[in-house]
């Protein structure tokens, strides 16, 4: 009587998948054979991944900061306007804000805020002295809770329901103080002839140089008097909760908005930025790229010396029978143990790092810092808890990894059962 001998691995489904089980074993075992070897290689994973996610938590950081502030400096995330006025900003290009309109927008949770404004150029003289200004009717409570405007109110007070807010600059070359008075004479609705007196309330600092020379404040009614364009605003500043929200409801606001009038994003308004911020993006790539070449390169140079310092396991292992397919898969599931070992690791050092800098962001001193605060930024560099950087920098180092991993396999079906000859 004959007894059948199990083959080391059957041909069979079942022997098929218990035997890719075995050959995951035997490669995560051959990792701590060399444990030096495993450790530096998973080290530069380890490395490479907290790096490459910091850089990219810094760029959105200094992103979404800086997108912050164009919103709460002045433009909000969007703004509704007569489908003219981006061409042609005249106060003839105004509109009646209606009831409706209103309606629809409020019925949106995800806005946070519309601040209406009515803005114009006029002439402003004190004394002997003439200044071109740009004149900007505002509702104070809802300009302070958007941009923070009381807080730039370096002399006298906020406004309340009457007096003007004059930027520090234009103060100075008309030789304004608190209390004393300002003439305005302008071209109001069609037309018609502007004139006012208004008493200077405050004197602001405004971030903006240009506007700090420029511009003065007053409130909605004022300027709608003024202007002789009552009821009539040139914009809606709307803002969202987040940018993510407002570009979900973005698309129902442009349809429910009719009547002549438009919609126009803070990328629309400011091109600029969003331009900087492209370029900026393009730069951290290429900065990246050269990151994940590094390590590359580290995981490439030690899967040669692995395979070089295994050539003699290797010929006796085809020797015996072992399939060179298999053989190549034990080494590619090598291969992607220290690569997931590596991510994994850097995922988790880079959590709580990451975490610290977006609690504690670091402080930029020197001409860097003031130049900043200049501007009425905040000198600090910004980091951004962001969970699609840590999946971006998972992906690439896997993919790295994947890629380098061609070499150990397509060796394996050059290996020859013969110890010492040249494959």
């Known amino acids: 009587m004959t007894t059948s001998k199990k083959l080391p691995y059957s041909t069979s489904r079942k022997g098929l998948i218990a035997g890719k089980s075995g ?37 959105e950081g200094s992103y979404q900061k800086m997108i912050e502030n164009v919103v709460k400096f002045y433009a909000g995330h969007a703004q509704i306007q007569h489908r003219d006025y981006p061409d042609h900003q005249s106060i003839n290009n105004s509109f009646v804000p209606s009831d409706s309109l209103l309606a629809k927008l409020n019925r949106h949770s995800q806005l946070d805020m519309v601040v209406p404004r009515l803005e114009s150029f006029a002439l402003a003289s004190s004394g002997e002295q003439t200044e071109g200004i740009l004149v900007m009717g505002i509702d104070p409570e809802k300009e302070d809770r958007m941009t923070a405007l009381a807080k730039k109110v370096v002399s006298g007070t906020y406004l309340e329901t009457s007096g003007a807010l004059v930027g520090a600059d234009l103060a100075t070359n008309l030789g304004l103080e608190v209390g004393d008075t300002l003439v305005m004479i302008s071209q109001g609705f069609h037309g018609v002839s502007a004139f006012g007196q208004y008493r200077v309330a405050g004197i602001i600092q405004h971030p903006n140089p240009e506007l700090n020379r420029r511009l003065v404040y007053l409130t909605l009614d004022e300027a709608q008097y003024f202007f002789q364009a009552f ?41 600029a930025v969003l331009q900087q911020i492209e370029s900026d993006r393009a730069t951290a790539l290429i900065m990246k790229m050269i990151l994940y070449v590094v390590i590359g390169f580290g995981i490439l140079g030690t899967v040669v010396m692995m395979m070089a310092e295994r050539r003699a396991e290797f010929s006796v292992m085809v020797a015996v029978g072992m399939f060179r397919s298999r053989l190549a898969l034990m080494l590619w599931m090598e291969i992607l143990w220290i690569g997931l070992l590596g991510v994994i690791a850097g995922f988790v050092g880079t959590m709580p790092v990451i975490s610290w800098f977006v609690y504690h962001p670091l402080p930029i001193t020197g001409q860097a810092g003031e130049w900043m605060k200049n501007l009425g930024f905040e000198p600090f560099m910004f980091f951004a808890w962001d969970m699609g950087v840590f999946i971006q920098q ?23 059962p013969v110890i010492g000859e040249k494959n």
């Open 231 to 271: 009821g009539r605003v040139t914009s809606l500043a709307l803002t969202g909760h987040s940018q993510h929200e407002m570009d979900n409801i973005l698309p129902n606001l442009r349809q429910e908005v009719d009547g002549g009038l438009v919609i126009r994003t803070w990328q629309e308004m400011f091109p």
């Open 394 to 416: 998972v992906v690439a180092v896997l993919l790295l990894t994947t890629l380098i991993s061609f070499y150990p396999v397509l060796r394996a079906f050059k290996v020859s």
């Open 23 to 59: 050959l995951i074993k035997i490669a995560w075992r051959n990792l701590w054979r060399n444990k030096r070897r495993t450790f530096i290689t998973v080290s530069s994973i380890f490395f490479g991944v907290i790096f490459s996610a910091l850089m990219g938590s810094m760029q």
